[in-house]
Nanobody, 117 residues
């Protein structure tokens, strides 16, 4: 499977942005799709994830109540709605796929989000 992330760009602090991750190939019921981010000098951080069948969602503490992950099964696409963006949200955002409860083994190319203060 290949993952294509898009939607990054420049946004003002307090603004919103929606990222998309389109997957080619088969996504199975027990797979989990996740969003991660990494900024220079920092470790990669888990932002949010969602299971394909049960729609179970998880969020990192730093984005809870501001970011929303969703998926459209028919489109094989996962979205990350980011609201009330802060300068510290600036990073390269990656989407990834974990097969059947395993580790994230498939990664997209990343999309840059820049937040101006």
């Amino acid at each position: 499977v290949q993952l294509q992330a898009s939607g990054g760009g420049l946004v003002q602090a307090g603004g919103s942005r929606r990222l998309s991750c389109a997957a080619s190939g088969v996504i199975n019921s027990n797979d989990r799709m996740g969003w991660f981010r990494q900024s220079p000098g920092k470790e990669r951080e888990s932002v949010a994830s969602i299971t394909w069948r049960s729609n179970s969602k998880r969020y990192g503490d730093s984005v809870k109540d501001r970011f929303t992950i969703s998926r459209v099964n028919a489109e094989n696409t996962v979205y990350l709605q980011m609201d009330n963006l802060k300068p510290e949200d600036a990073a390269v955002y990656y989407c990834a796929l974990a097969r059947n409860g395993g580790d994230y083994g498939y990664w997209g190319q990343g999309t840059q989000v820049t937040v101006s203060s």
